[in-house]
Each structure stands twice: as C-alpha cells, then as structure tokens.
C-alpha cells in the first residue's frame, strides 16, 4: 500500500504562484510510481489536474486543458515526490488539491491520460488552494 501526503498550496492573489509538493511512502514492490494530482470545488465533482510517470527509460507528462502553460509537474530522481508548480494562478483555481499515486506501468500511465480519478486508488489528505481576485 502506497501512503501519500501532500504540502504546500494556501492563499495567494490572482497571477500569483504557489507550489504542491507530494511524497508517497511505503511502497517496495518492482513497478514505478504514476502520480497525480487532482482538485475538487465545493459542489463540483473532483478533476484531474497533471499526471507524471518516470521509470524504465521512459515517461508520461499530463495536463488538463485548464492548466496546460501554466502548471508545471515534476519528480525528483528517486520518483517518490512529485511538484506541482502552479502559476498564473486564477480564482477558478480555487480548490482542495488532491495527489495520488499507485504503482503503474508506462503502459498505465498512457491509459491514465484522460485523469480520471476513479482510476486512482491510493490519495492524500488533500491541501486547500485559494486563488482571490
């Protein structure tokens, strides 16, 4: 089982930046991690915001049409934190961010592409985004 906790997000004003970090512990089986991140508004359902995958000499890089150029995902080198660096920021990016990961393979991650989040199994605890105009 894969445990994820995510940090940073908070307050900031319109065209303003901030950073999601995410680190997911506890897993020791042979795949590589994909990880996600998500968002959900009061009222509305939970959204796939970007998708990373490294592993094996390839690797997967997903945005949502909404953030494409002006969010940012990376990993670092041993594939178990992800950032999200968020920029230009909008009061319609006012959400709970939510990350997840699972073990997967570059062939997972490809089929992840659309960001579903019924296709994620293990999340965070998710960190509030406040975007003022």
């Known amino acids: 089982q894969v445990q994820v906790m995510e940090s940073g997000g908070g307050s900031v004003q319109a065209g303003g930046s901030l950073r999601l970090s995410c680190v997911a512990s506890g897993y020791t089986g042979r795949y590589y991690l994909c990880m996600g991140w998500f968002r959900q508004s009061p009222g509305k359902e939970r959204e796939g915001v970007a998708l990373?995958?490294?592993?094996?000499?390839?690797?997967?890089?997903y945005y949502a049409d909404s953030v494409k150029g002006r969010f940012t995902l990376s990993q670092d080198l041993s594939g178990n934190t992800a950032y999200l660096l968020m920029s230009s920021l909008e009061p319609e990016d006012t959400a709970m961010y939510y990350c997840?990961?699972?073990?997967?393979?570059?062939?997972?991650?490809?089929?992840?592409?659309?960001?579903?989040?019924?296709?994620?199994?293990?999340w965070g605890q998710g960190n509030q985004v406040t975007v003022s105009s």
């Open positions: 997840a990961a699972d073990p997967c393979t570059y062939g997972d991650s490809r089929r992840r592409s659309s960001l579903s989040p019924s296709e994620w199994n293990n």
């Open positions: 990373i995958y490294n592993g094996g000499g390839v690797s997967s890089l």
